[in-house]
Nanobody, 119 residues
Framework: QVHVVESGGGLVQPGGSLRLSCAASETIFSINTMAWYRQGPGAQRELVAEIHTTDITYYADSVKGRFTISRSYNKTVYLQMNSLKPEDTAVYYC??????????????WGQGTQVTVSS
């Protein structure tokens, strides 16, 4: 079953903006941290931003000041991406860290959404 679904990717010019959304299934018992990762061509997957249940956030230095992560009803996470650069081109993945009904940690990954920044 698909538990995490990303949307909002696409083609945008440098300096433009996109807003990514990630919807987590209500079947996920208890969501803790929600995060966005990305993987560019020939690159390793890297953490872009994350937000915890405390609403404490983390941003990679490369996106700090340009991207904003937020969440709604502890089910949907957003990534507002402003001042986009060509180096932001990547497949963006949503990761949801949760607790199962037995209180063990369960991580879920979305299938990814392509973001291409090009003129």
């Amino acid at each position: 079953q698909v538990h995490v679904v990303e949307s909002g990717g696409g083609l945008v010019q440098p300096g433009g903006s996109l807003r990514l959304s990630c919807a987590a299934s209500e079947t996920i018992f208890s969501i803790n941290t929600m995060a966005w990762y990305r993987q560019g061509p020939g690159a390793q997957r890297e953490l872009v931003a994350e937000i915890h249940t405390t609403d404490i956030t983390y941003y990679a230095d490369s996106v700090k000041g340009r991207f904003t992560i937020s969440r709604s009803y502890n089910k949907t996470v957003y990534l507002q991406m402003n001042s986009l650069k060509p180096e932001d081109t990547a497949v963006y993945y949503c990761k949801v860290e949760s607790l199962g009904s037995n209180l063990s940690r369960l991580d879920y990954w979305g299938q990814g959404t392509q973001v291409t920044v090009s003129s």
